[in-house]
């Protein structure tokens, strides 16, 4: 069980790089991410704010050697981009090492919207792809601290939750889904003590920025997220293998909470988990942040119609293309701020296709009515299929992925 | 499930009433306990600062008339001396209301001493006339957030204290107990979570006196004491009697954690826990504070032998009496601080014979070395009935005790 010494001698985390407010003027935290005066996030200022690497071509690429598999379209395109670690997951698993794969989600709303799948989307592949176990949590608690909501409501929208993750196709032998109202306990609760007892509250909120007037629930919740990270977590499926490493796909806003879980988990005698980060998910309003669930306008979900897909994109979804017709067969369409083309390049699959776009609506010869009718094929079919596979998902099914049981098939 | 509206209006507990260090230069918390100047602690003053009430004759008498039984020794003494909420105990049981009781420890070391019985033998008073379910936590958690042990060594501890609380006679058709490490999960951790929720990292402070540098296990800690005083966290046990009264005898250090109990309670629409509380035992050496495990010269263990105990007492059980025979039998002997005399007032059962000590001795017609001898008698066989008691309590029987059951019987 004994980590790199290197490794474990490298703090991430101090009071000093406090992250809820920083020089650059951007924000960005589990519970708030917003840019500076309106503007894009800088994710290379977030790099070197964080500490975390950028995702390059030669990683890439090694991940298509290893798994004989092409890239997902979120690596090829850039959508996962940053990374702690990644390298020394795919060294372990060239030398024949396994890992598991954790991810989660804050059951706040009913309806997901597309934002949200895509770090289910991309855990899915690699769950494919590198044929390793998954832990899913969903933090009913966490949406229970932070909103207004009992924790009835809580747990019955991880359930609900629960349905649209399944509904991305993970392999039941491999995956085991749990909400932490059931499942906090025993060794679980263990390692959140364990945790508990080697971060300060100063060092606290220097990661999360609390204050003296937050509820003592909120300062309480940070070990809840870090102990699946660590193998003993889950006794039922992991008993005897407490040296296994943990590869975390998630958005860079959860960042904080690993980097905290990173400087423990050499303490406690655990590999650091490693991080593959998204960029947001950008509003169709534009990409000033990430899509909000309050903000129905603002977002796709997968209980939109396909006639309400067609007038969100038709309404709000901001176009880099110019005022006139004249104009932008003129100068063409500004792909940087351009949603349509933005949102294609998250989920149009074919790579000559989404150049074809890009060159043509960019030199003016395609126009945004165009494009948009483009996304909205391609949105619609997606949530099609999403609606269609959520449809399939029974409540015992539900059950059956967070039965607490062994999986017997996990590796391979 | 509605409490008494009254009660539900007044705070018990602000950022104001800090108990960590006050100017009364006492500093009674459930980690330390020390008065001024190296005085004996003022009771009275703790009184008022901490808001509880004086147990005055006529609740005792009360507690007789009620239970048709004597008072307990420790209630005619003085030992439990302070309450909140008991008179609405006594109410609810008259009316035919019946009410569980809570009380637990901290296995923080192998060995308890003659302090730490006190609220287990009164606790057994209490189920024994009032017919009432028991349930006891060990915080095996807590001490391994406040000391350097590992979680094993505590769950151990935990097991071990358990044997000798076992040892004082508790029923076990109508007794739980739990230890942390086992049992946290479920109704009890979501039972956590909302009085997490409720509480500000200003008020914790103002509570319990945590700073920056604590680590955030100790501020995540409090609602795992207070949540055992809600029928709720025990499912097992309560199911559909979420408006059971919960009574808690302890000692007065425990005062912080109900304070804040009391302050939740009505939040989540549960009584407010009553509390019954005892003064500290004092050290061989002088009334000024508490025994403590950590000087085994200061406290009589339970594992002491008929030696042990002679040799303590004739060497460390601070005298009264004067230096000189010719000087006491002029004076008397200062029972204000004679630690033979307060010993036997705790456990010689026999009134006459104490207050005939008392007389005698105070008069200075008894010597110091009489009045040692009649309590290394009293002790010896104290400590000899617990050893008995303690050696036939099995790993079963501790197995037995600690298993999630019903109990059908709890009542009457």
Known sequence: MAPPPAAAEQIETTTTTAIHEEDDGQVVNPWEVSAKDGGKIDY???????????????????????????????????????????????????????????????????????????????????????????????????????KNLTVEECQRLARENAKDIIACGFDISKTFIFADFNYVGGAFYKN??????????????????????????????????????????????????????????????QDPYFRMTRDVAPKLGYHKPALIESLFFPALQGETGKMSASDPNSAI????????????????????????????????????????????????EDDAELEHIKKEYGAGRMLTGEVKQRLIQVLTELVERHRRARAAVTDEMVDAFMAVRPLPHMFG
């Not at 003296?212 to 293998?241: M, N, R, T, Y």
């Not at 969100?312 to 351009?338: M, P, T, Y």
């Open 44 to 146: 290379d200022k977030l790099i070197d704010r964080f500490g975390c690497q950028r995702l390059d071509h030669a990683l890439i690429q090694r991940v298509e050697h290893l798994t004989s598999c092409p890239a997902h379209v979120f690596l090829r395109r850039g959508v996962f981009f940053a990374h702690r670690d990644f390298a020394e997951i795919l060294d372990a698993y060239e030398r024949g090492d396994n890992f598991y794969l954790y991810t989660g989600r804050g059951p706040s709303s009913e309806a997901l919207h597309l934002g949200h799948l895509i770090p289910f989307m991309f855990t899915k592949y690699l769950q494919d792809v590198f044929k390793v176990p998954l832990v899913i949590q969903l933090t009913d608690d966490e949406k229970f601290l932070w």
């Open 192 to 253: 959140m003590v364990e945790v508990a007892k080697r971060v300060t509250y100063n060092q606290a909120v220097g990661i999360f920025g609390f204050t003296g007037e937050d509820h003592i629930g909120k300062v309480s919740f940070p070990p809840v997220q870090a102990v699946p990270s660590f193998p003993s977590s889950f006794p039922h499926l992991f008993s005897g293998k407490e040296n296994l490493r943990c590869l975390i796909p998630c958005a860079i806003d």
């Open 301 to 348: 979900y997968v209980t939109d119609s396909a006639k309400d897909i067609k007038n969100k994109v038709n309404k709000h979804a901001f176009s880099g293309g110019q005022d006139s017709i004249e104009k932008h067969r003129q100068l063409g369409a500004n792909l940087e701020v351009d949603i349509p083309v933005k949102y294609l390049s998250f989920f149009l």
